[in-house]
């Protein structure tokens, strides 16, 4: 029987590499006060999401996902850091021009476009198809840019047309973001709209049950009398939900918020459900 004796590590030495938990500011109105860690037994504020984490975005269409990962990776390269977004959806040039909208809307130099570097997989198949390619690809894109951030839009599409494998594929990729030090967001789609707050998305709980968090985004139609009466918003409206679903590396607000879609095209994050925005203890 193979013996690895690499695999065994003493919990001081672990202690001794372990990255200092800060936080990443994310350009995104209302969420970086949503996580916390502790100190001198109170909690405090971590003023961003934890850096080095891999977070998952999960949703139905249509409730801003993209849009988050965009405004997300146009404020880091603002702050001259190095993005690595990798597309699977729309082919990149059409990616920028969202971007130049989320820098317009934003106040930002339209410069920040040299600090971005796409991976186009929507025209490789072969990105898709083969995860040893994909890793390589994003392994030398890192080397070469010094890239920090690392964004995929969508993960679902390495596994669309075989979610039997999405467990072994997001453990895969998740694994390799977290030895390469890869501050990390990844968009997940959801097949429908049951358990519009649940963090299941196509592939089941894969994604949720390894990445650091999950953050998921819904939407309801004001279209009962009950509805307008919980949201206080008059029928045919549209009310957008926002949920920290679980972080591993820092704790986090639990409550259910509303969030927005501005007429600009910038997701702000809004008060909870109840009402009450104290950051409590």
Not at 132 to 152: G, M, P, S
Not at 226 to 251: N, S, T
Request: with cysteine.
């Amino acid at each position: 029987m193979e013996l690895i004796k690499d695999a065994i590590i003493p919990a001081k030495e672990a202690l001794q590499k372990a990255p200092q938990i800060t936080g990443v500011k994310t350009g995104i109105e209302g969420l970086d006060e949503l996580f916390f860690t502790i100190e001198d037994n109170k909690l405090k504020k971590l003023n961003g999401i934890p850096k080095y984490s891999v977070c998952n975005i999960t949703g139905v269409n249509d409730t801003g996902k993209s849009i988050m990962a965009e405004q997300f990776s146009v404020y880091q390269a603002y702050l001259n850091k190095k993005v690595c977004f990798i597309t699977l959806e729309t082919p990149a040039n059409f990616v920028v021009a969202s971007m130049k909208l989320r820098t317009k809307a934003m106040g930002l130099d339209e410069k920040i476009v040299d600090n971005i570097i796409f991976i186009d997989a929507t025209s490789h198949y072969q990105l898709r198809d083969d995860i040893i390619a994909f890793l390589n690809t994003l392994a030398y894109a890192i080397k070469e840019f010094k890239i920090e951030f690392t964004i995929i839009d969508s993960i679902t599409g390495l596994f669309e047309n075989k979610e039997m494998m999405a467990r072994v594929i997001v453990r895969r990729v998740y694994n390799f973001l977290k030895k390469w030090y890869q501050t990390s967001l990844l968009i997940s789609q959801k097949r429908s709209s049951h358990e519009l707050l649940s963090s299941e998305a196509a592939g089941g709980y894969a994604i949720g049950h390894i990445v650091d968090g999950t953050i998921v985004l819904s939407k309801e139609i004001i279209d009962t009398p009950y509805k307008a009466k919980i949201y206080k918003k008059p029928l045919g409206e549209i009310v957008r939900l926002f949920r920290i679903d679980g972080c591993r590396m820092c704790g986090h607000d639990t409550r259910v918020r509303f969030f927005e879609i501005t007429k600009t095209g910038l997701i702000k994050i809004l008060k909870p459900i109840g009402g009450d925005d104290d950051f409590g203890d």
